[in-house]
């Protein structure tokens, strides 16, 4: 079962600003991205379901966040139904993240009191995610749906929606100030951040300093806008 609850899943994903996004077959390497991740102060953290034997993996890693990194919030992406959300809310799965928007889903996660954050590309989807419970949408791809201007158009209408973009994002001043000037409420970062070389390489310090430091950006960056 879940470790941490929906609400303090949600408050630390907006607190942060930052969730890393990552896929990786070998346990062990997957581990280490985690502890990278959160010692470079990025404290929730979403495991993809891409591979084969993917939950696997996942359980591993949350067997590993249970008895060696309790404060880690842990959650799984690409998920695009209720069963598969099920299979991984039951391996410790903190929230649920999906390309698409599935009620089934949001469903199981309310009853379950999970975090749930669909894939939503129109300002309808975003109002049935809405009506269903969902708190933070997933904006997917967000490059391709319309970028930062998607963000802030939804928002004028719909100024409480919570918008997490994932896809289109990069950890640069430029790319992290248009979205974060939008209004989005955290952002998804998946290979600009968590690059296949360092990982490749088991760079692990770099890729804990990397994402240090690109938490460091989003913190300067929302003061700037705050004052």
Not at 21 to 29: A, E, F, L, N, R
Not at 109 to 129: F, L, Q
Not at 132 to 153: H, Y
Request: charge should be negative.
């Amino acid at each position: 079962m879940a470790r941490h609850g929906r609400l303090e899943t949600l408050a630390r994903m907006k607190h942060t600003g930052l969730v890393p996004v990552y896929y990786q077959s070998d346990p062990d390497i997957a581990i280490h991205i985690a502890e990278a991740c959160f010692a470079g102060g990025a404290t929730v953290v979403e495991f993809t379901n891409r591979g084969d034997r993917a939950a696997d993996v996942f359980g591993r890693l949350a067997e590993f966040r249970d008895a060696s990194l309790p404060e880690l919030v842990l959650g799984v992406g690409s998920v695009i139904d209720a069963p598969t959300a099920a299979l991984y809310i039951a391996a410790g799965a903190d929230f649920v993240v999906g390309p698409v928007l599935d009620e089934s889903t949001a469903v199981l996660c309310n009853t379950r009191k999970i975090a749930y954050c669909p894939g939503c590309g129109s300002a309808s989807e975003i109002h049935r995610a809405h009506a269903l419970g969902v708190e933070i949408c997933k904006v997917f791809p967000g490059g391709c749906v319309g970028g930062p201007a998607f963000v802030k158009s939804v928002k004028g209408p719909m100024p409480w929606t919570e918008i997490m973009p994932t896809g289109g994002v990069s950890p640069t001043d430029e790319s992290l100030t248009e979205w974060l000037a939008a209004g989005v409420a955290c952002i998804g970062m998946g290979s600009t951040l968590i690059t296949q070389e360092r990982v490749r390489q088991k760079q692990f310090e770099q890729l804990a300093d990397h994402i240090r430091q690109t938490l460091e950006r989003i913190a300067r960056i929302r003061a700037s806008l705050n004052s």
